[in-house]
Each structure stands twice: as structure tokens, then as C-alpha cells.
């Protein structure tokens, strides 16, 4: 997976500082609007989900899955993008457990894709160290690095 990024130029090292989460969120969609995958209609949706719903987005300590319905009009094709924040952002005041610095943005045409990337996604995360690993990373040389540790 973490070729797959490589490979479709789907990964972005932040270089500028989120003021909050909601920022956050904008700059991972960055990659996805570069790629033609998302608008800003679909990245306004994920931020109103955020909203309503409480930081759902933030699956364990340090990484976030920002996504939203496969229904939305603002998605134009299916992927996952992800950026390297270059400080954590926290979701929730004083709640660790809702901070995050990698961001996993998924938009999918299809609920049948969407749950495949989610599955592929998790499958890669779980992976002994690799979010320890990917926390370190911070420039395309680290990246390569981790992604050739990890190919099998």
C-alpha cells in the first residue's frame, strides 16, 4: 500500500502548520484535489461530518482517515490520499487519544470501494511498526525507506 502512494503521487509532506483541525483536514484534501480525486465540496462534507459526529476520523493515536459518504457529489474518482502533518493536530482538547499527524483521506465513487480501501487501509496500518515507523518519516527518502522495509 504504501507503494501505491508512491506510485500515484498520492502522498504530500505538509510543510505549513494547521491552525486547527478543520485545517488539517483542508490540507490532507490538498493531495486529492491535485490528483482530480475530490473537490472542495467533498472536503467541506468531511469537515461537517467532523462536526457532527465528533472525531470519528482519528481511528488510533496519531492517524486520521478523513472520508466521507461515497453518495457525495464532490468525489470525482476513487482513492486514498495521505499527508505527513509536520506537528500533531488535535481533534480534541486535552484528549491524546483524538490527536493525529498522518492523515488517510479516502473518497470512493462506490460503498463497495470505499469499504475495500478502508480494509486495505487498516490491513497496512496494522502492520507491526509501520505507524511508529511513518511518524518519523519526514521527507521522500524517509518514505522510500519505510515503503522498502515494509514491501513483502
Do not use: C
Request: proline share 3%; aromatic share 10%.
Amino acid at each position: 500500500m504504501l507503494r501505491y502512494f508512491y506510485d500515484n503521487k498520492l502522498i504530500r509532506f505538509e510543510e505549513e502548520i494547521p491552525a486547527n483541525w478543520e485545517e488539517a483536514i483542508r490540507f490532507s484534501g490538498r493531495v486529492m484535489k491535485n490528483q482530480n480525486l475530490v473537490t472542495d465540496r467533498y472536503i467541506d462534507q468531511v469537515i461537517s461530518d467532523v462536526k457532527e459526529y465528533g472525531p470519528y476520523i482519528v481511528i488510533v493515536p496519531g492517524v486520521a482517515m478523513p472520508h466521507s459518504s461515497a453518495k457525495n457529489e464532490g468525489v470525482i474518482g476513487t482513492g486514498i490520499g495521505f499527508t505527513i502533518m509536520p506537528k500533531t493536530v488535535s481533534f480534541e482538547e486535552g484528549n491524546e487519544e483524538k490527536d493525529a499527524k498522518l492523515f488517510f483521506m479516502l473518497a470512493a465513487k462506490d460503498s463497495e470501494a470505499h469499504m475495500q480501501n478502508i480494509a486495505n487501509l487498516s490491513d497496512m496500518l496494522m502492520e507491526e511498526d509501520m505507524v511508529d515507523d511513518l511518524m518519523k518519516v519526514r521527507n521522500m527518502e524517509d518514505y522510500v525507506a519505510v515503503m522498502n522495509k515494509h514491501e513483502k
